[in-house]
């Protein structure tokens, strides 16, 4: 297959090199016409341009790259968890408890819930000295020992 990949680039660098001596022997040729009179000036920037042109054309083709559609989808990682109504806990510890359940950090939680990290950390706490846990995978067992969240 590499050879194969070899074989079409200096097959891609013979017909450039062809194609670029064709085209400067026209150049070549029409300047020669000119200078001796034999056609216009007119004809001769004419000749020129189209000259130019399919170097141009050609130069843009091989640049032209194959159009990429990028589809961007959002994904959740995290299932939503709903925590049942409880005595244990306020509403806003519930909300808090069911972001630590979906893995959010207190950065994300405070942006989610449009409160400071700090009363994050206050709300937390809270729920660590309710669950009787130290760290929030304790509190995420407890939780579900208590049956707090489906």
């Not at 049942?84 to 819930?113: F, Q, V």
């Not at 950390?121 to 067992?141: C, D, E, F, P």
Request: no cysteine; net charge positive; glycine share 6%.
């Amino acid at each position: 297959m590499e050879t194969t990949k070899n074989i079409s680039f200096y097959k891609q660098i013979l017909v450039s090199a062809l194609l670029g001596a064709v085209l400067i022997f026209l150049v070549r040729f029409f300047e020669t016409q000119f200078y001796v009179g034999q056609i216009s000036t007119k004809v001769y920037i004419t000749v020129i341009g189209l000259i130019f042109l399919a170097i141009g054309s050609y130069v843009g083709i091989k640049m032209k790259k194959a159009k990429t559609i990028v589809q961007i989808v959002e994904v959740d990682r995290h299932p939503v968890v709903t925590i049942d109504p409880n005595d244990i806990l306020t509403d806003r510890e519930n909300d808090i408890l069911s972001h630590i359940i979906m893995g959010h950090s207190n950065k994300e939680i405070a942006a989610k819930l449009f409160i400071s990290e700090n009363t994050i950390k206050k709300h937390i706490n809270n729920i660590y000295s309710k669950l009787g846990v130290k760290r929030r995978t304790q509190a995420i067992s407890k939780a579900k020992e208590l049956g707090l969240f489906k």
